[in-house]
């Protein structure tokens, strides 16, 4: 293992090489119709920015020191070719500066809720939490002799090494956004991969960082430095019409509103830079993408007409939702995925687990498994192949009378991860034996195993969109929508805990520049709204003996955000407010900031974002704990009832609540505070 500082230098002799590109070499092209990336007389155009951006977050302290190098370059290359490059480079100072919170030494030692306590032999306690609720260490939970004692089968498929698990560098799984509650909750390592191996898997690009590579995020083996670089040409022809073909890493924007993403699904979204708060175009991922464009001019009722086809061939790659242990994680999402995948490998407690007495939906114990039980095994991200590649198809008009419309088809792999549980190789901790079948008279297959593989599915899109003016409001009209087929939801009722759903997506923006006194009499200030509306047909959830169950996403769900915006100052100054509501999950957002552009190199902003979301119980879901993966041993519907599949339904926050709270509701205790610098060279 290198030292810490050991990989500095590699990773500037990289950049070093990439930044060479733009100090344009004497490079001849050796064919005339192939542009000429360093000779000609046309000189290279080239910016170069520093930026600081750092962020304090209640109760957490330091949760960002990113200092990023951006050169953007620019220079006509001969036969009517440009080239254009975008290269960044970030280091992130708070892994050292905050290491107790998300370096080397986060973490620690955790217990556990378990609220069967007082019904149990006497295990270690301590009673003083704020909510009274006995706790137990990292593997304090009923094991054999204590299973035996209160009538479980002998066996000794219970327990774990702990010294491949020990209760160090550990915290409670959701104890970034809720209290356990009553619910099931297990220990999640969030120390960097190269200091903790335990839960690190590859999602596409994180969840198995070193140190090394959490602070320097675009120096990876995707060449994340590489921001942009593609060439562009436009080809003319006789009858007018024009070819503008662009090759190379790029963005692809089909969009037209903000926040939301619609149709503009071509490229990945990086959320553990800033979480939503940072602008798209900073937190797309480009990829390897061929565009070529048919302008075909204006017809007898069109201004302009043209049609386009996006080739994105780069190897797949899904959102980076952020590593557990660093400080953005969205949905805390992939602390959920770090601790699966460490009881997986190496077993754990998982807490209010194993009702008591066994049978019943009476009082929940803290339970160890073992290796191979439950938790993640696998992440199947899609390799590189010809069928793996995303195909788009836009058509873009403007009409005689400004109305701007697209019609946009594309396929394409999820971006976001699906769990399918499965039963095949997983070990009964009732019985040490494989799987999770009925006893061999009735044969019949139990799903709902809380084991699970993780998918990439295929998607396909057709939506469009609409632009239009409404001169008399002095307002323009911003509309999206987009119908899906192949999403995968987590849905409880299903064997596979898993079903594939058809979604709706709209959202439409109205924005208005408007005279208010009070910031400018004499500037006018922009007022920008948006509603965002999700419907997912087919939807499935149905009452259970103890709460629903089906899927735990929101039938129609609704978000709104408005945007208020002044000019000062000769425009050097720009207050404005974001707030922005998901009214389904009842939870809220304002981020004031104000930008005070110095000089016209230097620009400062100061800002905050801070949440609200109205209670954790509003967010509660089935949890599978009842879903009967063992029978006869975890028939829980009532005692003395015979078996049946399928889950009762019994609700806990975790691990569906983060779908109902949302990005926002999940994220309800990370009010921050930032300043940033921005200055051009």
Partial sequence: MKAAGDFSRPKLSVLAAALSLVAGGPVQAADQNLPDLGGGASPWVADVYYENHTVRRHDAGLAKFRNTLQVEADKPMGNGWAFRSILRGSWDGVYRLNRDEYGRRAGGSIELENTAAPLLPPVPTNAGTPLNRPQVPHGGGINNPIGTAIGLPPTNAFGFDQAANPNDGMRVLGDRWHRTEGGVAFGVPVRPCDTDKRGCRDFGGYGDLKLSELEAPEFNDRLDFLREIYAKKTFPFADGTELFVKLGRQQVVWGRTDLFRVLDVINPIDYSRNNIYDELQDIRIPMWIAQGEYRMGASDAMQDRNVQVVWNFDKFRPNNLGQCGSPNVILDASCFFRGMANLW??????????????????????????????????????????????LGVKY????????????????????????????????????????????PAAGVPVSRLIAFDVHYPRVNLIGGSLDFQIPDANAAIRMETALTHGEEFQNTARRELFSENRVLRTVIGVDRPTFIPFISKTR?????????????????????????????????????????KGFLAGDRVSPQVIMARDFRAKAFTIAPQIEWSVTDDFKVTFGANFK???????YKFDDTRSANPYPPFTTYTASGQPFVPGSAGLSGLEPLGRFRAGPIGAAVAEDDIYVTLRYKF
Avoid: C
Wanted: hydrophobic letters at 40%; zero cysteines.
């Fill in 345 to 390: 490998d190496n077993g754990g407690t998982v807490a209010n687990f194993a009702a008591v007495p066994p049978g019943t939906a009476g009082a929940w114990a803290a339970t160890d498994f073992g290796p191979h039980q439950i938790g993640i095994r696998k992440v199947h991200l899609p390799e590189w192949s010809l069928s793996n590649t995303q």
């Fill in 396 to 439: 873009e008009g403007i009409t005689k009378d400004g109305l701007a419309f697209s019609l946009n088809a594309l396929t394409y792999r999820s971006q976001l991860p699906s769990l399918h549980a499965f039963s095949a190789g997983t070990v009964n901790p009732f019985t040490g034996g494989s799987g999770n079948t009925t006893p």
């Fill in 524 to 564: 006018a200030t922009l007022i920008s709204a948006q509603l965002f509306w999700q419907h997912i047909f087919d939807h499935e959830q149905h009452d259970a003996p103890l709460g629903k169950v089906g899927m735990v996403d929101w039938e129609d769900n609704f978000i709104g955000t408005l945007l208020i």
């Fill in 612 to 618: 609200y979301a109205n209670g954790d119980n509003h």
